[in-house]
């Protein structure tokens, strides 16, 4: 048996069990014909539950009488697959008795060492396009038996002498003859990977560090993804399931599926469908996106196929984080492949927080809120760039805005207080100035404008300071002038004697001027 090394250029890994005709036991052969032996394949390391099925390519010829043995095709459909202007012809052709005759691609000067690695890629390629054919359910090829991996081993018996094509989903092609009628398949094909991120452009740092595991957002921003499939040799049947949390609102030609500065084209390397169930989907995913033959063409192992795209952070966006295990806005992608098999999957967050404010004045020691006090909430300390919110049913003795989407109506971009004082304003983060526009009559508005900024895990820092709880913000009742009998009184009436105190000096002095 000879294990054909894995091969760039397809996604099968390819293992053939034949000599091409070369170094083959005569006298086996003949031993073998004469007894009627049968063949067996085994295939160890199987993937469990994964169908393997086998197709017998070519029969066994034996002549006792000249002791030599050929190939003919199996049947009328793979001698079609050898004829002139087929897939096979360019490997083998048959000749006028109907035997296959191996194509000879020798080069001048041929080592021993560039034979072997020419007769590996000669058969990974006729692997490659036999299966294809094989598959091809206008072709007519009809498969010899099939089974289903219990554990790590395959085993298929009886079987009778010749060329098999051995597939799965982690692609193994084996020929049974007569120098070995005991095949034995190692599978050593990987399972594919697939990792999901985000870009996180809060994070300090270069910008291909930024895709990450998680990030944050406001309300109605875009939010972009990555999804890295990482290709194994041997893998069939691709389908990428992405399921994002209801918070999400996907940019459906956003998505874009690449190989490096290579961009494969939807309707030829790929399929897209949008809120269905897919293979073993318990439940409807966002998206699935569906390999085709025409993407496994020439496609190396180990290949980065990366899949981007977009969605925007809505008002179904979950607040905060989820107490069971830390979540907030979930994307989930994982890879089907083979039979039903799937990669883990690979987890997204994406945060958004609120912001809780009260308003209120002090009466007899005791918080009192205020109603009627108008608030902004923007990106500098002017004011301008301000916010605009989406008012939403109160909840908990709290008014609710929530910050609002891009073209989104019926927007506002002032708070005023209700009784009671209380607001929030969720789908928030990053730093923004909370500025008072307008206070209750009788009361003094603030200042100038509180420096809010919301982190991670829901911190809220007010003027540098950390806040827990309600954003507390104090109106001191009054005038900005004193009241009347205060110590701003005695002020007037001490200016004013001192006034009359200087008029009596300059009296004096000028009567006795006049005296003189």
């Not at 086996?28 to 390391?45: D, P, R, V």
Request: charged share 25%; hydrophobic share 35%.
């Amino acid at each position: 048996m000879k294990v054909i090394k894995k091969i760039a250029a397809i996604m099968f890994a390819l293992v053939m069990v034949i000599s091409m005709g070369a170094n083959v036991s005569v006298a086996h052969a003949e031993e073998e014909a004469q007894t009627g032996t049968k063949g067996k394949i085994t295939i160890n390391s199987a993937v469990d539950k994964q169908t393997y099925t086998i197709y017998k390519m070519l029969d066994l010829d034996y002549d006792p009488v000249n002791e030599l043995y050929s190939y003919k095709p199996a049947s009328n459909e793979w001698k079609t697959f050898f004829e002139e202007g087929q897939p096979g012809h360019d490997y083998a052709t048959i000749n006028e008795n109907g035997y296959i005759t191996w194509t000879d691609k020798s080069v001048a000067n041929e080592t021993q060492e560039e034979k072997k690695v020419r007769l590996e890629k000669e058969a990974a390629g006729l692997a490659q396009i036999a299966l294809a054919y094989a598959k091809d359910t206008n072709k007519g090829i009809t498969k010899t038996k099939d089974a289903q991996a219990e554990g790590t081993t395959v085993v298929f018996s009886d079987l009778d002498l010749g060329y098999y094509l051995v597939d799965s989903s982690v692609g193994a092609l084996c020929g049974l003859t007569t120098t070995n009628p005991n095949a034995t398949i190692e599978e050593k094909n990987e399972i594919p990977t697939v990792t999901k991120e985000v870009y996180n452009e809060a994070t300090d740092t270069t910008e291909s560090n930024k895709w990450q595991d998680r990030n944050f957002a406001n309300i109605g921003d875009t939010v972009k993804f990555q999804t890295t499939i990482t290709t194994k040799e041997g893998a069939e049947n691709y389908i990428l399931h992405d399921k994002m949390d209801e918070g999400f609102t996907l940019i459906q030609n956003s998505i874009k599926v690449k190989n490096g500065s290579k961009e494969y084209v939807k309707g030829t390397d790929y399929e897209m469908t949008f809120n269905d169930k897919k293979g073993t989907d318990e439940n409807v995913c966002t998206f699935h996106i569906t390999f085709t033959e025409q993407f496994y063409k020439n496609l190396a192992a180990d290949t980065k196929v990366v899949v981007t795209y977009e969605a925007v952070l809505n008002e179904e966006a979950f607040i905060g984080h989820n107490e069971n295990d830390n979540s907030g806005n979930k994307n989930t992608t994982w890879l089907g492949y083979g039979d039903s098999k799937n990669t883990i999957e690979s987890i997204t967050n994406t945060y958004t927080y609120q912001i809780p404010v009260f308003k209120y004045t002090e009466k007899d020691g005791h918080e009192v809120g205020l109603a009627k006090a108008k608030f902004t909430l923007s990106t500098d300390e002017n004011g301008a760039n301000k916010i605009n919110f989406v008012k939403e049913t109160a909840q908990d003795g709290y008014e609710i805005y929530r910050v609002a989407k891009k073209g989104e109506t019926g927007t506002i971009d002032t708070i005023e207080t209700v009784e009671g004082g209380k607001f929030k304003i969720k789908g928030i983060h990053g730093q923004y100035y909370l500025t008072e526009t307008e206070a209750p009559k009788g009361y003094n508005k603030l200042a100038k404008p509180k420096l809010i900024k919301v982190s991670e895990g829901s911190l809220i820092l007010v003027d540098g300071t950390i806040n827990s709880g309600d954003i507390k913000i104090l109106n001191q009742s009054g005038s900005i002038l004193p009241s009347t009998g205060g110590i701003g009184t005695t002020i007037f009436y001490i200016a004013g004697a001192f006034l009359v105190l200087i008029s009596g000096v300059v009296l004096i002095a000028k009567k006795r001027t006049d005296s003189k």
